[in-house]
């Protein structure tokens, strides 16, 4: 089975400043995507990253970015120079090549003080 | 281009009332997805499909039944509601290419009583 992990409920960052925001996931599959969603208070759901197993060049975004470290199968999600409207909740999500189950993690709900 | 269309936005059922849960995608998506989601358990998956005709469990499956007999439609059934179905449900669609993005409804904010 394949499953997502996102342990932090919450986090809070300093406008402009960076933050990180943790993913671990568990699968016996090689080939395999990750992505990361975000879920402002509209409910809309938006794909903020993504990023292919077999890359070994982490993904970027403009002030996205990831860490992706396969052995320990971590998937973190780096958001610079943070603006108000980064407030909402993130999560992460994983996608295999041996099913076409789009499994999600818990989520975090990241709070961007001014 | 409307993308994912869920109908209806909001709705209230009493125990033991049944309805169903409209999603219609008119981006000739192959995968179809049903999600809950209820308040610090993240999105948990219901039903998919990867076809018409084709549908599979996903973790949550109990108390509901889908059917995919077009490409565009993925209609969510619940049978007998619940109090423990009162949630948000999310409808969503992706290409057949793994690393393409899912393209999600607006969600159904659905309260049973």
């Known amino acids: 089975a394949q499953t997502v992990t996102q342990s932090q409920p919450e986090m809070s960052v300093q406008e402009a400043e960076t933050v990180t925001l943790s993913c671990t996931y568990d699968t016996s599959e090689s080939n395999y995507y990750l992505f990361w969603y975000k879920q402002p208070p509209s409910r809309q759901m938006i794909l903020v990253i993504r990023q292919e197993a077999y890359k070994q060049q982490n993904a970027t975004e403009n002030r996205f970015s990831v860490n992706f470290q396969k052995a320990a199968k971590s998937f973190s999600l780096k958001i610079s120079d943070s603006q108000l409207g980064d407030t909402a909740m993130y999560f992460c999500?994983?996608?295999?090549?041996?099913?076409?189950?789009?499994?999600f993690g818990k989520g975090i709900t990241l709070s961007v003080r001014p | 281009n409307a993308g994912v269309t869920q109908t209806p936005k909001f709705r209230i059922l009493k125990i033991g009332q049944s309805m169903t849960l409209q999603c219609t995608q008119d981006m000739n998506h192959n995968y179809m997805y049903w999600y809950r989601q209820d308040p610090g358990m993240g999105l948990k998956l219901i039903y998919y499909?990867?076809?018409?005709?084709?549908?599979d469990k996903g973790e949550v499956p109990n108390g509901y039944n889908v059917s995919r007999s077009t490409t565009e439609d993925f209609p969510l059934r619940l049978e007998l509601a619940a109090p423990s179905q009162t949630s948000v449900y999310f409808c969503?669609?992706?290409?057949?290419?793994?690393?393409?993005?899912?393209?999600f409804g607006q969600g159904t904010r659905l309260t049973v009583v």
């Open positions: 969503a669609s992706k290409r057949l290419l793994l690393n393409t993005e899912a393209f």
């Open positions: 999500a994983f996608m295999t090549g041996a099913n076409s189950k789009l499994t």
């Open positions: 499909s990867v076809g018409a005709g084709i549908t």
